[in-house]
């Protein structure tokens, strides 16, 4: 499995990115972690592979929404209303569980590229 992170950028406090996962072959559970500079990678949101149940860190509940579009094999992390302290490296990840939506790092085996957001006036 492989997969492909992209929709990173330069963008404004209180704006909106879309992130995106393409996956090839088959996927279950997918994830987005950031790591910030100097600081652990942390997890910020989850879907499991049928789509109905998710998980999101406490610091982007209400901000953030993930979805997935199983028909092109795509993860979307929607972020919203964004913060400087968002700022980070965001890597997507997937895990061999169909029906739950981890935030435990160690659940998950593939990891893509990650692709940088920045969040900065």
């Known amino acids: 499995v492989q997969l492909q992170a992209s929709g990173g950028g330069l963008v404004e406090p209180g704006g909106s990115l879309r992130l995106s996962c393409a996956a090839s072959g088959r996927t279950f559970g997918v994830g987005w972690f950031r790591q910030a500079p100097g600081k652990e990678r942390e997890f910020v949101a989850a879907?499991?592979?049928?789509?109905?149940?998710?998980d999101y860190a406490n610091s982007v509940k209400g901000r953030f929404l993930i979805s997935r579009d199983s028909a092109k094999s795509t993860v979307y992390l929607q972020m919203g209303d964004l913060k400087p302290e968002d700022t980070a490296v965001y890597y997507c990840?997937?895990?061999?569980?169909?029906?739950?939506?981890?935030?435990?790092?160690?659940?998950?085996?593939?990891w893509g590229q990650g692709t940088l957001v920045t969040v900065s006036s």
């Open positions: 879907i499991s592979g049928t789509g109905r149940n998710t």
């Open positions: 990840a997937a895990t061999r569980s169909y029906t739950t939506a981890s935030s435990y790092r160690p659940d998950y085996v593939y």
